[in-house]
């Protein structure tokens, strides 16, 4: 089945650690996103990347990096520079532009 | 198939004018609708509405759902020359074991002084 995982499900953290999300595709989809959710607020974007070996920052990208090297995977590492990094990350890939995109199940990450 | 229509497409306006940008939508199982600010490169999050009638407001642009309908409208105010964008409302809708999102095709926004 086709689709896009992430993972873990839920992950905690010490304070000053730096920790790395997964997400992986098997859609043979060029572009992949990472996004932040907290509570009450819609999808603040991360990082996306349009093909691999290539990725921009979004909304809220400090503190954050990623990289893209194969099509299928967009790792995400928050790192000790987040100022508030516990949240809902959830992971998207499209065929293409900004058109359609299906979302991984989320990692919620809770640093204490 | 699930679809958002925004109209209108382009719109020009004065530097003060008041400006209503439309989006409706076709979706099963709708959990949000969001609107974004695109200016050079990624969108920037504007609001997220999931309530019938309930306005969202963050100075001059407002915001306001109606499920019943199918629409959204994005509202803005004493527009300033910043306020060229373009500006996409997206869907979020819940498949079967996944959530995705439906980006309309955009208003593109010019205020000209």
């Known amino acids: 089945d086709g689709g896009i995982t992430q993972s873990p499900k839920y992950l905690f953290r010490k304070e000053g650690q730096n920790v790395t999300l997964s997400c992986e595709q098997n859609?043979?989809?060029?572009?992949m996103y990472w996004y932040r959710q907290d509570p009450g607020q819609g999808l603040r974007l991360i990082y996306y990347?349009?093909?691999?070996?290539?990725?921009q920052k979004g909304d809220i990208a400090e503190g954050y990096s990623v990289s893209r090297e194969k099509k299928e995977s967009f790792p995400l590492t928050v790192t000790s520079a987040q100022k508030n990094p516990t949240a809902f990350y959830l992971c998207?890939?499209?065929?293409?532009?900004?058109?359609?995109?299906?979302f991984g199940p989320g990692t919620r990450l809770t640093v204490l | 198939e699930d679809k958002v229509v925004q109209s209108p497409l382009s719109l020009v306006v004065h530097e003060g004018d008041t400006v209503t940008l439309n989006c409706s939508y076709e979706?099963?199982?709708?959990?949000?609708l969001l609107w974004y600010k695109q200016e050079k490169k990624a969108p920037t999050f504007l609001f997220m509405l999931t309530s019938s009638g309930i306005e969202k407001k963050s100075g001059r642009l407002s915001s306001i759902l109606d499920k019943k309908e199918l629409f959204s409208i994005l509202n803005i105010t004493a527009t300033q020359t910043g306020d060229s964008a373009i500006y996409l409302c997206a869907v979020e809708a819940r498949e079967t074991s996944y959530d995705k999102v439906i980006f309309g095709p955009g208003t593109s926004l010019s205020v000209i002084p």
């Open positions: 979706v099963t199982n709708f959990r949000s």
């Open positions: 998207a890939s499209s065929i293409d532009g900004w058109n359609e995109q299906f």
């Open positions: 990347s349009q093909i691999v070996n290539d990725f």
């Open positions: 859609l043979n989809h060029d572009a």
